[in-house]
């Protein structure tokens, strides 16, 4: 995964802010304590797990319009793919063409995503006028029991995800749809671009590193995460290092929150 790659995602997240996000408990009423473990939180969820969840369910969609009868195929094209093009290069490739550009191709060994046994392979590319496909990032996607999925990353390094997803049947969408994950992943970026904002004292193009191991499986639903705790740590290239855990839960039908410890403290904020 390259640079300016992570970057962009945690550009993305940066411009979100933290708004809409308020405190509830703890020692420090102002956030002080807490906020940057919450920043951490949220830079794992927006700019790595986000990425990683909205390219693999691009493989959910073309799964369901495969399986699909051919008079409902336009449906499924027009309901997930408004915005590309699908084309079958042969019995087991894929893509999605958008503007006359491949955007994402799927490499799979002839079986449908619902079979034990499936191994997909899903490659996203820049868009961009270079006479070749630059990749984004690329993923394997492994059925390993009933509605039960391995996912991993392929030729990455150093960024990686090493996922188990689970859902209660199978499904054409992540987005709509609850799901279980469980495992770890891990995040690079550099701050030359002015993007970080911990405790470290930064200069320019400094290294940051997130690990981050989810301790119990996360729950999401279409509304937010329900369940699940995760470590993230995060490392910077003069080994400084910060810590926090993340704790989502449910309050009532309608409050998603995540409690956040760090520095000793824990507060819950509105997720």
Same mark, same amino acid.
Not at 41 to 48: A, G, K, P, S, V
């Given at each position: 995964?390259?640079?300016?790659?992570?970057?962009?995602?945690?550009?993305?997240?940066?411009?979100?802010?933290?708004?809409?996000?308020?405190?509830?408990?703890?020692?420090?009423?102002?956030?002080?304590?807490?906020?940057?473990?919450?920043?951490?939180?949220?830079?794992?969820?927006?700019?790595?797990?986000?990425?990683?969840?909205?390219?693999?369910?691009?493989?959910?969609?073309?799964?369901?319009?495969?399986?699909?009868?051919?008079?409902?195929?336009?449906?499924?094209?027009?309901?997930?793919?408004?915005?590309?093009?699908?084309?079958?290069?042969?019995?087991?490739?894929?893509?999605?063409?958008?503007?006359?550009?491949?955007?994402?191709?799927?490499?799979?060994?002839?079986?449908?995503?619902?079979?034990?046994?499936?191994?997909?392979?899903?490659?996203?590319?820049?868009?961009?006028?270079?006479?070749?496909?630059?990749?984004?990032?690329?993923?394997?996607?492994?059925?390993?029991?009933?509605?039960?999925?391995?996912?991993?990353?392929?030729?990455?390094?150093?960024?990686?995800?090493?996922?188990?997803?689970?859902?209660?049947?199978?499904?054409?969408?992540? =987005?709509? %749809?609850? @799901?279980?994950?469980?495992?770890?992943?891990?995040?690079?970026?550099? &701050? #030359?671009? !002015?993007?970080?904002?911990?405790?470290?004292?930064?200069?320019?193009?400094?290294?940051?590193?997130?690990?981050?191991?989810?301790?119990?499986?996360?729950?999401?639903?279409?509304?937010?995460?329900?369940?699940?705790?995760?470590?993230?740590?995060?490392?910077?290239?003069?080994?400084?290092?910060?810590?926090? =855990?993340? %704790?989502? @839960?449910?309050?009532?039908?309608?409050?998603?929150?995540?409690?956040? &410890? #760090?520095? !000793?403290?824990?507060?819950?904020?509105?997720?």
């Amino acid at each position: 995964m390259k640079k300016n790659i992570i970057v962009l995602f945690v550009a993305i997240t940066i411009l979100i802010g933290f708004s809409s996000c308020k405190i509830e408990s703890g020692d420090d009423l102002n956030g002080n304590v807490t906020e940057k473990g919450f920043e951490l939180c949220h830079y794992w969820d927006n700019n790595l797990n986000a990425e990683v969840i909205s390219t693999i369910e691009k493989a959910f969609n073309l799964n369901a319009y495969i399986v699909a009868p051919e008079g409902s195929k336009t449906l499924i094209e027009d309901l997930y793919f408004p915005y590309y093009k699908i084309r079958q290069i042969d019995s087991t490739q894929w893509t999605l063409i958008e503007q006359q550009a491949t955007r994402y191709s799927f490499i799979t060994n002839g079986k449908t995503l619902s079979e034990i046994g499936a191994q997909w392979i899903i490659t996203s590319y820049r868009n961009s006028d270079a006479p070749q496909l630059e990749v984004l990032n690329s993923y394997a996607i492994e059925c390993t029991g009933v509605s039960t999925w391995h996912i991993t990353t392929t030729n990455s390094d150093p960024f990686y995800v090493n996922y188990t997803l689970t859902t209660d049947t199978m499904v054409e969408t992540l =987005t709509s %749809e609850p @799901y279980t994950l469980e495992g770890s992943s891990f995040l690079y970026y550099s &701050t #030359y671009y !002015g993007y970080a904002s911990y405790d470290y004292n930064y200069e320019n193009n400094a290294d940051i590193f997130i690990d981050a191991t989810i301790t119990e499986p996360i729950h999401k639903t279409a509304q937010g995460y329900s369940s699940g705790k995760i470590n993230l740590k995060a490392t910077n290239d003069a080994n400084q290092e910060m810590e926090t =855990t993340a %704790e989502f @839960y449910r309050q009532n039908p309608v409050a998603y929150k995540v409690k956040i &410890t #760090y520095k !000793g403290v824990t507060e819950s904020w509105v997720y």
